[in-house]
């Protein structure tokens, strides 16, 4: 009988997937229910949610393709061995950790294999070398932010389904994938810090004993918004940052000094207004309601100021690894020029400012480009310059106006959606010596490496660093050369 969408089949999980999902193999006449005399291979491939390999599972069909099918795990017949026992109440709800259940050791297995086959099939570098991942120190508490939503939709797992008069209207936690009117009502996370879950549980205490009101995207109106946790870790800074839809100065003195008493840790606490409709943590102004409105982090010798809405690298301890994997990669001398491209606040530039004679930074976002250059003078580093680029245009211009040097390095940290094609030809017209291109996505990191190669560049060394345990999220560092 030919299978449909929502059937439950039994597989076997052979190999791992990007993006955290197992992989059966079965031939196409059985998952359609032919014939069993049938001699077709098995090379129709099954991507299901929530297995790994050894793993034999009855699986949910949710979607079925003329090359590929789709699943998700609804019970595990044969638990494989690479299983362990997740720790987070929340875990396969919240969907922040994907792999808690798989031993770590093999989390940065499977990634690093990731990795090279993102750029076997994609990228076409069939007898590259990839050097051996560097795993994560701390597999939990290794968080340096947390952004929570409020809602006054409440998402109740199967066990808070069972409970009698269970609070449905006033939730501070997480959203669940693909939902994005309910949040699930979380108290305990291990990716942060103990002092963050108090932190998180005394404000959804503070605000629902008061019967604030919280922000509705649909009807606009409500008090609350985010909560935003960071905390350093290399010093004791603590931040607490509340995004409300409006200013109320009582509710937040109130608020302070509630705060303040049970967990004298905090170093600051900020309220950010937003009037934007769409639901992000950014405010359109902040008040600073105790302390400086910063915090301080340090990475290798290096001290950076932190603000609310300025980005920062989420684990820390990792973050040195990954910048001294790009430095490694660049070889400086200390003649270098080197060109710093989606520069931030900096923390690249000033990590390898010693080593390099000159640098320039390249940054679209304004307020980033003010952080870093308070970072510079911060490290009392005079060899580092800012500049304000569009890198979805051209930053040549800017080279040409300020009749900067040509470059020898160019070290590149884009976001997710990789580089644009006119910063990827600009970058190809300066003619570096060397590029040292550092990705949190290898998928469009091959795609632009690929560009960089059809010009005349030679990929000469990768390495994955994994920054985010028990997640599908993975950091790779690449070197080419000229």
Not at 173 to 187: A, T
Not at 223 to 246: A, C, G, H, P, W
Not at 351 to 379: M, P, Q, R, T
Request: proline share 3%.
């Amino acid at each position: 009988m030919q299978k449909k969408k929502g059937d439950i089949i039994e597989l076997q999980i052979g190999k791992y997937a990007f993006e955290g999902k197992g992989i059966a193999k079965v031939s196409k006449d059985e998952l359609l229910g032919l014939s069993s005399d049938s001699k077709q291979e098995k090379n129709y491939v099954v991507f299901v949610d929530g297995s790994y390999p050894g793993d034999n599972v009855k699986a949910r069909l949710l979607k079925i393709k003329n090359s590929y099918a789709k699943a998700i795990t609804v019970d595990i017949i044969h638990a494989s061995e690479e299983r362990t026992t997740a720790r987070c109440k929340f875990f396969s709800v919240c969907g922040g950790c994907k792999q808690q259940d798989l031993i770590y050791a093999l989390q940065a297995k499977y990634k690093q294999q990731q990795v090279v086959e993102i750029f076997n099939k994609l990228g076409g570098f069939k007898n590259l070398q990839v050097e051996l991942i560097i795993p994560s120190e701390n597999i939990f508490y290794y968080r340096n932010k947390m952004e929570f939503s409020f809602a006054d939709r409440r998402w109740l797992t199967k066990d808070e389904l069972a409970i009698e008069n269970i609070e449905k209207n006033f939730a501070l936690g997480l959203h669940i994938p693909r939902i994005f009117d309910k949040v699930l009502d979380v108290d305990e996370c291990f990716l942060q810090s103990e002092i963050s879950n108090r932190i998180l549980n005394l404000t959804r205490r503070y605000f629902k004993e008061r019967n604030s009101s919280i922000y509705s995207t649909k009807t606009h109106t409500g008090f609350l918004r985010n909560l935003v946790i960071k905390q350093s870790q290399k010093t004791n800074d603590i931040m607490v940052n509340l995004v409300t839809s409006e200013e109320n100065d009582e509710l937040m003195l109130e608020y302070r000094d509630v705060m303040l008493k049970d967990i004298p840790e905090i170093t600051t606490i900020v309220n950010n207004i937003s009037k934007k409709k769409a639901a992000i943590a950014v405010g359109d102004y902040e008040k600073v309601i105790y302390g400086s409105g910063f915090i301080y982090d340090i990475i290798g010798t290096y001290k950076f100021r932190i603000s609310a809405n300025s980005f920062f690298q989420t684990n820390t301890l990792q973050a040195e690894k990954l910048y001294q994997t790009a430095l490694d990669f660049a070889e400086l001398t200390g003649h270098e020029i080197v060109y710093d491209l989606y520069s931030g606040a900096g923390t690249i530039a000033i990590y390898v400012s010693e080593k390099a004679k000159e640098i320039f930074g390249f940054e679209s976002v304004e307020s980033a480009i003010d952080d870093a250059k308070v970072n510079a003078e911060l490290n009392n580093i005079s060899n580092v310059k800012f500049f304000n680029a569009d890198l979805y245009k051209s930053f040549l211009p800017i080279v040409e106006t300020n009749q900067l040097p040509n470059p020898g390095v160019i070290i590149i940290d884009p976001p997710r959606s990789g580089m644009h094609e006119n910063t990827v030809n600009d970058v190809i017209a300066l003619s570096p010596q060397k590029i040292v291109y550092v990705s949190c996505n290898p998928t469009t990191q091959v795609r632009d490496i690929k560009l960089m190669v059809n010009a005349g560049y030679k990929l000469e060394r990768i390495r994955p660093v994994d920054m985010f345990p028990h997640t599908y999220h993975i950091e790779n560092v690449a070197l080419l050369s000229r």
